[in-house]
């Protein structure tokens, strides 16, 4: 309260005060007059640019640190081609050496995939589009795959009950345990056992490892391995992005990955460890209701003979046209190649193609204008994005497509050009 001058003697002044460049005050006043106002005011100005300073550099120092895993890990992956590609050009290899390259090349080629993938999942993660998923199914196709991913020195042993079912992702669920069974493999070097469990859990159930509220709408999956054990230096940074304590190989990415998952999943994640005895991961994701449908992951069904059979390739990068047409060729396809959006129009009024394989990141036009150049000459004329950044979403709407993100092996480029004839007889 304030008195000034002759003026009358003000109480229950209520004024809003707020913070502005050159010390701007606004004030709310009650009904009675005020005869002087006390003024309180401060220059923020250099407060606000050292907090602007402040977010740039901690944003350069994460892209930085971001710049140096992706270039060791992608140095690493060439560094596992470039000694074969070389044998590759000597004067008749053996066939023995022809396997050796191509089974290091593929390695090398998976590796890099993983990187990207990591990447691209941290960055723009797709929203889960869950369902009831039935856990025994699931796995039963899964399985195969993460057994060919360790090896014969590791001892896989798996316990899934046939009656768990939680909402889920299946796709992203896939993803998650990869990575997990991944980590298992590289803690045990000279070998060890591997063990995946599922188990429904009780009311009011607690854990040593971290609290689950209402346990008992969830379902408890275990991947326990026998490997070097953690660190608990090591435990409290597991789940940061770029975090890694691999040596070779790892962008620090693959459990921020799995924690960012199972978090828009609606559940936990946790790890508990011990040093020369092992590792487990414990994932808790909702349980399904009784009375909801399940869905069971379908097996990929064998793909139909394929009529189409001339393709054009529009893409800038020649490794990419040259290696995809040598195989389409092989695979009894005529091939045309276009490099950039400009050529892409001639150069199918003069091929004639089934479809197109389109790169959206051309050097002179982006492929969805190009797309939408095709689409007004040739309505039916079917295309195939491809890219390795993209995101599928946005390409939904254009009828006749699919989209591939690289890399991407033929055999999914055959399934993929399979699935749009499918359309084609649907639709006529």
Not at 60 to 67: D, P, W
Not at 278 to 291: E, I, K, M
Not at 359 to 382: Q, S
Request: glycine fraction near 6%.
């Amino acid at each position: 309260m304030t008195r000034g001058g002759d003026g009358p003697f003000v109480h229950g002044l209520a004024c809003d005060v707020t913070e502005r460049k050159g010390a701007l005050l606004e004030l709310r006043h009650s009904e009675e007059r005020s005869s002087s106002i006390i003024e309180n005011a401060r220059d923020i100005t250099e407060r606000e640019l050292l907090e602007a300073q402040l977010v740039q550099a901690n944003r350069l120092t994460g892209l930085g640190r971001l710049a140096a895993t992706v270039a060791h890990e992608f140095n690493n992956v060439l560094m596992g081609m470039q000694p074969f590609a070389e044998l590759l050009r000597q004067p008749n290899p053996s066939p023995e050496m022809l396997e050796t390259c191509a089974h290091h090349l593929s390695n090398s080629i998976q590796r890099g995939k993983r990187v990207a993938q990591d990447i691209l999942r941290y960055t723009q993660p797709a929203a889960p589009v869950t369902s009831p998923v039935n856990l025994a199914a699931w796995w039963k196709l899964l399985s195969p795959e993460l057994h060919a991913q360790l090896g014969s020195h590791i001892t896989f042993n798996s316990w899934i009950p046939d009656d768990l079912v939680v909402i889920a992702d299946a796709l992203q669920l896939s993803q998650v345990f990869s990575n997990l069974v991944n980590n298992a493999q590289d803690a045990m070097p000279e070998g060890g056992t591997l063990t995946i469990r599922a188990e429904a859990t009780s009311k009011d159930e607690q854990y040593p490892f971290g609290v689950v509220s209402d346990s008992s709408s969830f379902v408890h999956l275990s991947v326990s391995d026998t490997g070097s054990g953690i660190s608990e230096e090591i435990l409290e940074h597991l789940f940061e992005p770029l975090f890694t304590t691999k040596t070779h190989g790892g962008t620090g990415l693959g459990l921020a990955v799995a924690l960012q998952v199972i978090s828009r999943h609606q559940g936990h994640i946790f790890v508990e460890s011990e040093a020369g005895v092992g590792t487990t991961f414990h994932v808790f994701l909702p349980r399904s209701a009784a009375d909801h449908p399940v869905t069971t992951p379908e097996a990929p069904a064998e793909r139909v003979p394929i009529r189409a059979r001339r393709l054009l390739i529009v893409d800038d990068e020649e490794s990419i046209t040259e290696g995809l047409s040598e195989v389409l060729v092989l695979e009894g396809f005529q091939v045309g190649v276009a490099r950039t959006g400009l050529e892409t129009l001639a150069a199918v009024e003069r091929f004639l193609p089934d479809m197109v394989l389109l790169d959206i990141g051309l050097p002179d036009i982006d492929g969805r204008d190009v797309a939408k150049r095709l689409r007004l000459a040739h309505p039916e004329l079917p295309i195939i994005f491809s890219t390795g950044h993209a995101d599928d979403a946005e390409l939904n709407r254009y009828s006749l497509a699919r989209f591939l993100r690289k890399p991407f092996d033929v055999e999914l480029l055959l399934d993929t050009i399979a699935d749009i004839e499918n359309d084609l007889q649907e639709t006529h």
